[in-house]
């Protein structure tokens, strides 16, 4: 057991992290803290860092699979106001790690500003985002992003530029501890015209993401820019697969819904058989999207 007596304010033992995700699954956080200032979250760091104690940053759940035993670690929540500020100067918008991706086009398109509406629908915050280069193949958040604000391993708040960021597929190089914020450079929009495409996107992704289920998202990565492990799965005959309350979906062969009574490890199990399939009948081996704690 860890002392967080001086954090006693923000760090709760034993708290249950399936709440705080979006496939409702998963054991309890060993501790998790709750940072409301950049100063707690500092402090944090650096008693994790003294006392060898490991932690995660879970931001909006969306990309994160807990294991049924939970997670013996100190899981530091970014949800705080205190990282969640949105200011716009001319075309640039500067944003915290925590705002929701949501909130962020349409505060730009009020602000007269697209070029982000390609993220419509993709749940998660401008941190969790950015640790993965969210997008789809019209295009991803890496590429609108000027400079970034993180923590380093010294627990120094440090600025990236971006001559020295790359992003990847559904990847990046913002492999610091914590990423607070970042600036993105936007294009003068008209607000009604944005509000349009966003409506547009939400109406093609409702239709083909099943929404209204428990899920994480893709749980593959694309072999390549030209073939999805979604059709790889579906070719395999896998939608509709089910182990105990997991199934693929039949929407999107490339989500796995959680059903009442699901547990992780039903998912786990369902990833294997998938990767199994996949890899005895068309030879490829399908590497992970989301996090797995
Ligand atoms: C229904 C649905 C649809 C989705 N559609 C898409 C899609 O079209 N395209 C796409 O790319 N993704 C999609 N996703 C996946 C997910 O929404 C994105 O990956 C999202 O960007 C994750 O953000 P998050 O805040 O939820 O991150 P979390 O799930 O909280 O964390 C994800 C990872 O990022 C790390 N992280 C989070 N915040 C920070 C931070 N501030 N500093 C350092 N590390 C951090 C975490 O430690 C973790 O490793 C979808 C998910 C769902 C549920």
Redo the contacts with the bound molecule.
């Keep these: 057991m860890h002392s967080f007596d001086d954090f006693r304010a923000i760090v709760k033992a034993d708290e249950p992290l399936a709440p705080h995700?979006?496939f409702r699954l998963g054991g309890p956080a060993s501790y998790m803290a709750r940072p409301g200032t950049l100063e707690e979250l500092l402090g944090l760091l650096r008693r994790c860092r003294s006392e060898e104690i490991p932690f995660?940053?879970?931001?909006?759940?969306?990309?994160?699979l807990i294991r049924d035993e939970g997670v013996k670690a100190l899981v530091i929540h970014?949800e705080s106001p205190a990282f969640s500020d949105v200011a716009v100067r001319d075309n640039v918008v500067e944003a915290g790690?925590a705002v929701p991706?949501t909130a962020l086009i349409s505060q730009t398109a009020r602000a007269g500003l697209g070029g982000l509406e390609f993220l419509t629908?993709?749940?998660?915050?401008v941190?969790?985002?950015l640790?993965?280069n969210?997008?789809?193949r019209q295009g991803a958040i890496g590429q609108l992003v000027l400079r970034a604000t993180v923590i380093d391993a010294s627990d120094e708040v440090q600025v990236r530029e971006r001559d020295d960021l790359s992003f990847a597929d559904?990847a990046s190089n913002l492999d610091e501890?914590?990423?607070?914020s970042a600036e993105f450079e936007l294009e003068k929009a008209d607000p009604e015209a944005v509000v349009r495409r966003m409506r547009r996107i939400w109406i093609v992704k409702k239709e083909n993401?099943p929404?209204g289920h428990q899920?994480?998202?893709?749980i593959f990565k694309n072999p390549s820019p030209d073939l999805s492990a979604g059709m790889l799965i579906e070719q395999a005959g896998l939608k509709g697969a089910k182990v105990g309350g997991a199934e693929v979906s039949d929407r999107h062969a490339n989500f796995i819904v959680a059903h009442p009574g699901a547990s992780a490890n039903d998912v786990l199990q369902l990833i294997d058989q998938i990767r199994q399939r996949v890899w005895q009948q068309f030879g490829y081996e399908l590497e992970l999207q989301i996090?797995i704690w």
Excluded: E, F, H, M
Excluded at 56 to 64: A, H, P, T
Excluded at 177 to 180: D, H, K
């Design positions: 995700v979006w995660k940053i879970l931001s909006g759940g969306s990309n994160v970014l790690a991706l629908g993709i749940p998660g915050t941190g969790g985002a640790r993965g969210a997008g789809d559904r501890p914590v990423i607070l993401q929404y899920s994480s998202g893709c996090q």
